[in-house]
């Protein structure tokens, strides 16, 4: 087996890196106005766009910070 396809992980600039995290931060910060409690840590209805975009946002933080 080819396990070492398993832990490949994606080299990115550490410009682009910060970019990306600044990007993904200030969704989170702005979050919903109709919903101001959801913070993204958990599952979205599916009604709120601004709600799935803060979920996707904490969603793709979380895994840039595990392809350091």
């Not at 410009?15 to 990306?20: G, L, P």
Request: glycine share 6%.
């Amino acid at each position: 087996m080819a396990f070492w396809l398993f832990k490949k992980k994606i080299k990115i600039s550490k410009t682009e890196q910060i970019q990306k995290r600044a990007k993904f931060l200030s969704t989170i910060v702005k979050g919903c106005v109709s919903h101001p409690a959801y913070e993204g840590d958990g599952p979205t209805l599916g009604i709120c766009k601004i709600c799935i975009d803060v979920r996707e946002a904490h969603l793709a933080l979380r895994n840039l910070d595990k392809n350091v």
